[in-house]
């Protein structure tokens, strides 16, 4: 199996950046995505990257985060720009190596 470790989710204003990393235990060869879930709201998917690094995004991320991968870190980065307070929850992680394998979540808070 697989262990991920999310970091970089704190608090920011409108209009402000955060750029989030995911680390893996190990080599990952599938895909990678982001998931984010606000209270109250079921989990989203928010941006995903394939291997080869094809990448996919919800309709209301488009043109304001980006999805990004380093193989050799072993290392998935999700570049959030132009933050809105819609974009407030706890930020996840996921893959599947053998199973559904998830972090642990970050908070992001957009508020001024």
Known sequence: ?????????????????LRLSCVA??????????????PGKQRELVA???S?????YAD???GRFTISRDN???????????LK????AVYYCYTYF???CWGQGTQVTVSS
């Open 1 to 17: 199996q697989v262990q991920l470790v999310e970091s970089g989710g704190g608090l920011v204003q409108p209009g402000g950046s």
């Open 60 to 62: 209301s991320v488009k």
């Open 98 to 100: 053998l199973r559904d």
């Open 48 to 50: 995903g990257i394939t």
């Open 25 to 38: 235990s190990r080599s990952i060869a599938s895909t990678m995505r982001w998931y984010r879930q606000a």
């Open 85 to 88: 307070a819609e974009d407030t």
């Open 52 to 56: 080869g690094g094809s990448t996919n």
């Open 72 to 82: 050799a870190k072993n290392t998935v980065y999700l570049q959030m720009n132009s």
